[in-house]
């Protein structure tokens, strides 16, 4: 069944680990997004992709990267997790057009300690 | 610059009485709008968008250029409305701007 998968779904980690959430869509599609979503519910773009080999940041600044190898999976890296990475990920794909809908995955909530 | 903004944090209704939460967008282009909802424990998911001009779940939208407005309404609140609602803005580069989100909680 088409859909989008985000693992883990919940990640405790220590200060200066390296984490990465990973997610991975079965729906053909070419753009990818993450947000970071915060305990107010805000949803804040963190980075883009158009296809393989395209990112590009969003509106919010982060500290993570990501990279787009393959179509269906588009991985968001933090190479030394700190408390104030604390947060839900969300990662969602779509097709292409402006007026098409955005599919989301379930989200990774992640806790630096 | 491109900016959603849902003016309510909260927003508190009684069970069958009418619901609006507004969306007021700034955008130089001509923009493409949706709503998303999230109900409890589910994911983000579309309720519906502009260009559709449908109903669904009884809620509607209209695009107000003039007034640079997306309101969602529907005439009768039901306590499974109870859900986050994020407004959105579709750019020419393609990317997906929300707003904070309004909390709409039906009351018995």
Redesign the interface.
């Known amino acids: 069944e088409a859909d989008i998968y985000q693992t883990p779904r919940y990640l405790v980690i220590g200060t200066g680990k390296k984490i990465t959430l990973e997610c991975s869509q079965t729906m053909g599609h070419d753009?990818m997004?993450w947000?970071q979503q915060d305990p107010?519910?805000?949803?804040h773009?963190i980075h883009?992709s158009?296809g393989v080999n395209s990112t590009e940041k969003?509106?919010l600044s982060s500290e993570s990267t990501v990279s787009r190898i393959r179509t269906e999976h588009f991985p968001l890296t933090l190479e030394s997790a700190r408390p104030s990475h604390t947060s839900q990920y969300?990662c969602?794909s779509?097709e292409?057009?402006?007026?098409?809908?955005?599919?989301?995955?379930?989200?990774t909530r992640l806790t630096v300690v | 610059a491109q900016r959603v903004t849902q003016p309510e944090?909260l927003l508190s209704v009684f069970k069958g009485a009418p619901v609006e939460l507004k969306c007021n967008y700034s955008y130089s282009g001509s923009p493409?709008l949706?709503w998303?909802v999230?109900y409890s424990r589910q994911?983000?998911?579309?309720l519906l968008?502009h260009?559709s001009r449908e109903s669904i779940k009884g809620f509607t939208a209209d695009l107000n250029k003039g007034e640079t407005s997306f309101h969602l309404k529907k005439p009768f609140a039901q306590e499974e409305d109870s859900a986050?609602y994020?407004c959105a803005l579709?750019?020419?580069d393609?990317?997906?701007?929300?707003g904070?989100?309004t909390?709409l909680h039906i009351l018995p």
């Open positions: 753009k997004y947000y107010g519910m805000e949803l773009l883009y158009y969003g509106d969300l969602a779509s292409w057009g402006v007026e098409t809908e955005a599919f989301f995955g379930q989200g | 944090k493409e949706f998303y999230q994911r983000l998911q579309l968008r260009i986050m994020y579709s750019n020419r393609d990317k997906i701007i929300f904070k989100g909390r």
